[in-house]
């Protein structure tokens, strides 16, 4: 049986209303958008299980090795489930670089556990090649052609360059030595992580994206991980080259980073990011932002999971969104939603609480 606590909305989803939010333009309302709504949240919606809305059989949000084999949710499911919650566009991840390692007796596994240490671990390790990029390419197909005529949009999220290797490849600590100790083997690692993504973006443009939503986490709630000076001349270069064809091609560019990202935020406008995602409240003061950024960048999420998601009331959700909306709303370029993603421990009954709210305060 369906959630029925999701109340009804003006209008419909409509991929113009989340573009013209991230572009600055007036929209009917204030966007709801969520990046991944887990599987408990995602049947008691639908009626049904469905996966999550990055995948079916797995949970590529929580690493290389959960999204193993993972195929992203079926887009039928997808296009219903936003048709109940008003969001304007279904989402294919494609977050961490498929780098493998060759194990002794000569298989291939995708490389999770944190060996690669120095140059001679490189004859293990085997790049992406064109079969990966495939079977990518068959899912965005896939998805554009469901929507096609829906007026549901798709969004193509990808290029953990940084974080695929400090979290999967080298391990935290051993790539922070790596950054001072051989700088010129993790630029070649960071390199050859981009050039899939540098690929792939573009044939994702060409096959019909609407909107393209890159990611790499590099900072926590006091900063970015890496001296500012340093990161921007160690990551700008590779990831430019992914951000390049969105912006080419006239595609708006979404970009999430956790934490607080203040050291960062000039470098992302030079590239022509146009919206920052979530606005982790961890590092982030929504006031604050929207009084820095808010006439030059489009704002998303800030809805905070800990509280009041996870642990306030309905009412709680409500107010803070209102509050949220009172500070964001004015002048546009706000698209609502949560501070992560609506994981299975956020109570059913508050995560409908701020959808509903979104859609009673959003209204231009």
């Not at 049947?43 to 084999?69: C, F, H, I, M, Y």
């Not at 929507?147 to 999220?157: K, N």
């Not at 393209?212 to 926590?220: G, I, P, Q």
């Not at 006439?295 to 905070?304: F, I, T, Y």
Request: net charge negative; glycine share 8%.
């Amino acid at each position: 049986m369906s959630s029925n606590l999701i109340q009804p909305y003006d209008g419909s989803p409509d991929k113009q209303r989340l573009i013209d939010a991230m572009r600055g333009r007036p929209t009917d309302r204030v966007p709801n958008f969520e990046v991944l709504i887990e599987d408990q949240h995602v049947q008691r919606l639908l009626g049904r299980w469905a996966g999550n809305t990055l995948g079916v059989g797995g949970d590529p949000a929580k690493g290389s090795e959960a999204g193993e084999g993972v195929r992203p949710m079926y887009p039928q499911d997808y296009l219903e489930l936003c048709r109940i919650i008003g969001q304007d566009v279904i989402v294919l991840e494609n977050l961490w670089t498929p780098i493998r390692q060759r194990q002794p007796d000569g298989s291939l596994v995708t490389w999770n556990d944190r060996s690669l240490k120095g140059r001679a671990d490189l004859e293990r390790i085997v790049w992406p090649d064109e079969r990966d990029l495939q079977e990518r390419i068959g899912y965005v197909r896939e998805y554009v052609e469901a929507a096609r005529d829906t007026g549901i949009g798709v969004m193509f999220l990808c290029g953990c360059i940084f974080q695929t290797l400090y979290e999967f490849v080298i391990g935290w600590t051993d790539c922070m030595v790596m950054l001072i100790e051989e700088p010129e083997l993790f630029d070649e690692l960071m390199a050859r992580s981009a050039d899939y993504f540098a690929a792939l973006v573009p044939r994702a443009i060409a096959e019909g994206v609407d909107i393209v939503f890159l990611a790499d986490d590099f900072a926590y709630n006091k900063g970015l991980f890496v001296e500012p000076r340093r990161f921007a001349q160690l990551w700008r270069p590779h990831f430019d080259r992914i951000v390049a064809p969105a912006r080419d091609a006239g595609k708006p560019i979404l970009f999430h980073s956790d934490g607080k990202i203040d050291d960062a935020v000039e470098m992302l406008l030079e590239m022509g990011i146009d919206c920052l995602n979530p606005m982790d409240p961890s590092g982030i003061d929504y006031r604050d932002y929207k009084r820095r950024y808010g006439h030059r960048v489009s704002l998303s999420g800030n809805v905070d999971i800990t509280w009041p998601l996870v642990r306030g009331t309905p009412e709680d959700v409500e107010r803070d969104v209102r509050e949220h909306m009172e500070a964001l709303k004015p002048g546009g370029r706000w698209i609502a939603g949560s501070s992560h993603s609506i994981v299975n421990y956020i109570p059913h009954e508050n995560f409908a609480a701020m959808i509903n709210a979104i859609h009673k305060y959003g209204h231009y």
